[in-house]
């Protein structure tokens, strides 16, 4: 199916937003090593740059459904596996520029990945989410039944992996790789919430889940500076109790988790859907005046 098509094969302007939204970061950041025919540097930042997109890209996958609990929108759905299959095109361009910047060596990148823990945990993931793509189909669904559901949960796994894998190789700045750490936590405790039978459509619910999800980040950045660099941990703690730009991991996880309470009334059957609606119901219904004698 095209993905500018909805499941009955009518053409939707929604579909088609989204798939060009995906494709744009791949197109700037592949843009300067085909300009640069390949050239060292662009690749070296290619890879940087698509890596990090797998794994923005990966987490809006699993802000799909919170996301239309929230909000009740239904043909949220309808993306949510053109965005999955788009997280394993980044996957794989990020695989295919680390494998030119090692001149195709297969020998040389597979004893890179056997050696290099970051690569292994990395390689993982990609194979991980090989398989999910290749089971994402109805076919495949109708197939396996009541496992495809137990096996496409290793989405969380693979995002774990994913973010460790970032960390790893980010060595000193993590502060993307905390951000993404930290959001996926606030995207697991949308789900546990549900699971308990907490409405995601309570304020309340929303801004608990974005207080402890950005309490949460800080433990996270604390506990990587403290066991894995040099650098007193107790400063990164004290950085975020100060207002600074750009804003640290943690204050953009809780930003993000209030941005889910700010657009809750506009929700289906939220109170300022509602009110628009009936504003403008009663805009037509209201008389209209002749202005002749």
Request: charge should be positive; glycine fraction near 8%; charged fraction near 15%.
């Amino acid at each position: 199916m095209y993905p500018w098509l909805d499941p009955s094969g009518r053409f939707s302007v929604f579909k088609l937003a989204v798939f060009i939204a995906l494709l744009v970061p791949g197109t700037v950041l592949l843009w300067p090593v085909i300009a640069e025919g390949g050239a060292t540097i662009p690749v070296k930042e290619a890879i940087l740059e698509s890596g990090e997109w797998t794994i923005r890209i990966l987490l809006i996958t699993l802000l799909v459904t919170p996301l239309r609990r929230i909000t009740r929108f239904s043909k949220l759905v309808q993306v949510r596996r053109q965005i999955g299959v788009a997280a394993f095109c980044y996957v794989m361009v990020h695989f295919a520029l680390y494998a030119i910047s090692q001149n195709l060596d297969p020998v040389r990148i597979a004893s890179e990945i056997a050696l290099r823990i970051y690569l292994t945990i990395g390689f993982v993931a990609v194979v991980g989410l090989a398989v999910l793509t290749a089971t994402s189909t109805k076919s495949a669904m109708r197939k396996l039944g009541a496992k495809w559901g137990r096996l496409h949960k290793l989405v969380y796994l693979i995002a774990v992996l994913g973010v460790v894998h970032f960390f790893l190789q980010s060595k000193v700045d993590v502060s993307e790789a905390t951000l993404m750490a930290g959001l996926f936590v606030g995207l697991m405790l949308y789900r546990f919430a549900h699971w308990r039978g907490w409405s995601l459509r309570s304020a309340v619910t929303l801004s608990v889940v974005a207080v402890v999800a950005g309490t949460v980040t800080v433990g996270i950045e604390y506990a990587w500076y403290a066991l894995a660099t040099g650098i007193p941990a107790e400063r990164v703690v004290a950085a975020n109790l100060e207002w600074m730009w750009p804003l640290r991991p943690a204050w953009n996880v809780f930003l993000a988790g209030m941005f889910m309470v700010v657009i809750l009334p506009f929700g289906k059957d939220g109170v300022m859907r509602v009110f628009f609606t009936n504003l403008m119901a009663v805009r037509r219904l209201r008389p209209q005046h002749s202005r002749g004698g």
